[in-house]
């Protein structure tokens, strides 16, 4: 995780360049946790609320935020606006349209379901087929773990649906698209899936929700038991790469979904 820096560490060049794109900036917020990069903040600006997110232009995350930036103008409308990107003195940063609300809670029971899974549907019928944008094949990012005709296919997805990534207000929305990939469109759901039960859902239960959504409801079964042996081994690498308090969970997540696809738990 890189060093978190705050507004007023920038470069006097770096500060009047994003002026430039916004107006005079009256107040910068920092904020502390959650988008991995080294700068993240809401600046009150003559334009209005801007959420501002980047650093080192050079750095291990700067393919990260070129992805974003490229892909953004192909977005439907949930997703925030990119309004600029500047370069300048080291420095690559994003100025995003300011999107308020909290993040949904994914607990049995909870109401937020119902907006989650509709979002993810509708952004299956927007993003299939993916725009006409270069993105990596989501067969060759896991061309260890999966046979990669298993997971392609013609839809541009997010990869990351940590529950941080979704704002909800008066509608859903979904951030941080610095991780896209090309593939099946059941993928994301499949993703998702594992987080509720992480937030507490059986597996069962995960899966009936799950199957609201129209391209997961058409994967097969050969498909969705090749893809959950494939997320355990993924998050059994993250965990001895890198092991941190939020991989255990979701290794944890994980493998609760595999043993019920192949049957290992009662059904």
Not at 81 to 94: H, M, P, T, V
Not at 236 to 243: D, I, M, S
Request: aromatic residues 8%.
């Amino acid at each position: 995780m890189p060093r978190r820096r705050h507004w007023h560490e920038l470069p006097d060049e770096v500060r009047r360049q994003v002026e430039h794109h916004s107006g005079t900036i009256h107040a910068a917020y920092s904020i502390p946790i959650g988008a991995s990069c080294e700068l993240a903040a809401v600046l009150d600006t003559d334009t209005g609320r801007i959420f501002c997110k980047g650093g080192d232009s050079d750095g291990p995350s700067a393919w990260l935020y070129r992805n974003e930036a490229r892909v953004n103008p192909h977005l439907p409308d949930v997703v925030p606006r990119l309004r600029w990107a500047i370069e300048e003195e080291g420095w690559l940063l994003l100025g995003f349209e300011y999107a308020a609300g909290r993040h949904p809670d994914l607990g049995p029971g909870s109401p937020d379901l119902l907006p989650v899974a509709q979002l993810l549907s509708a952004l299956n019928c927007q993003l299939t087929p993916a725009p006409p944008i270069p993105v990596q094949r989501f067969a060759d990012r896991w061309r260890d773990l999966i046979a990669p005709e298993l997971v392609d296919g013609d839809t541009l997805l997010h990869t990351d649906l940590t529950p941080r990534n979704f704002l909800l207000a008066d509608r859903l929305r979904l951030v941080d698209w610095s991780s896209p990939a090309g593939g099946a469109a059941w993928i994301d759901t499949a993703f998702m899936l594992v987080r509720l039960i992480r937030a507490g859902h059986k597996p069962a239960a995960a899966e009936a929700w799950a199957r609201q959504i129209p391209a997961w409801a058409q994967a097969s079964d050969e498909v969705v038991n090749a893809f959950a042996d494939g997320l355990v081994r993924l998050w059994e690498r993250k965990q001895q790469a890198a092991p941190g308090p939020h991989h255990e969970p979701l290794l944890d997540a994980a493998r609760q979904w595999q043993a019920y696809r192949s049957g290992a738990n009662s059904r």
